[in-house]
């Protein structure tokens, strides 16, 4: 039942504009990036033009991996296809474990794409410093801040689902999410241990305390937690929730 959940899901992906629309943009970041460092700012050094697009990354990306659960959700509910749902015998953990899954297989394909086109803008752009090993930190904390970021993107679910048909509870926890993770890569020395308890800050500082520091695994705990809190607080409303 698990399988036709989530082939179904994929199907329901597929057919959202907003999901299609959220790839594209997610893509533009890094080709919006080469462009301006070859016409805007040519003088632009590799490492600030990596964390300049680390830092566009790091407030677009939550921004659009919101839009694109909420309008998924939100069709659900003005369909009103929900109702199959909640008076079907499929049970509604392996709906929402479904949706979970493809959401992240969607967000995966689309930061990959992305992460492609960094590296290839660093080829281009910046030959001397194309090195296996600064290639191999590019892509972990890349991948480290998409992955980071889409687990504290978890609890925009739980409010999907309360939210129902509306639109803007979880645009708005959307975009306070991707706020606090761009403020996450300002934040000074003495509020570094305050910022790693906050998950959504903490997706930025796990990418610059080191790998498995002391500060790094504070990040890990606090955002897996807030990722599991969100998923089993979505599902209990979602066993509440009537037709």
């Known amino acids: 039942a698990l399988h036709n959940a989530v082939c179904s899901e994929i199907i329901k992906f597929r057919r959202n504009k907003m999901a299609w629309v959220g790839t594209l943009i997610i893509v533009t970041i890094p080709l919006f990036m080469i ?19 680390l830092m566009l990354n790091t407030l677009i990306l939550p921004i659009v991996n919101g839009f694109v659960i909420t309008s998924n959700m939100q069709r659900e509910y003005q369909d009103r296809t929900i109702r199959n749902v909640l008076t ?12 979970l899954s493809v ?3 969607w967000y995966l394909i689309s930061f990959c794409l992305s992460e492609v086109i960094v590296i290839a ?3 281009i752009l910046f030959p ?3 090195t296996t090993g600064n290639m191999r930190y590019a892509l972990s904390l890349f ?17 999907c689902v309360k939210q129902q048909a ?8 959307t975009l306070g999410s991707a706020v606090l993770q761009a403020a996450g890569l300002q934040v000074s020395e003495e509020l570094i241990l305050p910022a790693c308890i906050c998950p959504w800050t903490a997706v930025s500082i796990s990418g610059m305390v080191g790998w498995g520091t002391q500060f790094w695994r504070i990040c890990m705990i606090t955002i897996t937690v ?10 209990v409303s979602f066993k509440r929730q009537d037709q």
């Open 121 to 123: 803008g660093c080829y």
């Open 128 to 130: 001397v410093e194309f």
């Open 88 to 99: 079907a015998p499929v049970s509604r953990e392996k709906f929402l474990t479904a949706k």
């Open 143 to 159: 991948t480290q801040n998409n992955f980071f970021s889409f687990i504290v993107g978890i609890p925009i679910l739980l409010i």
């Open 35 to 53: 462009w301006n460092r070859l016409v805007i700012d040519p003088q632009r050094e590799y490492m600030e033009w990596l964390m300049s697009v």
């Open 226 to 235: 807030c990722g599991i809190i969100g998923f089993i607080g979505a599902l």
């Open 103 to 105: 959401w992240f297989l």
């Open 166 to 173: 509306l639109f803007y509870p979880s645009m708005l926890a």
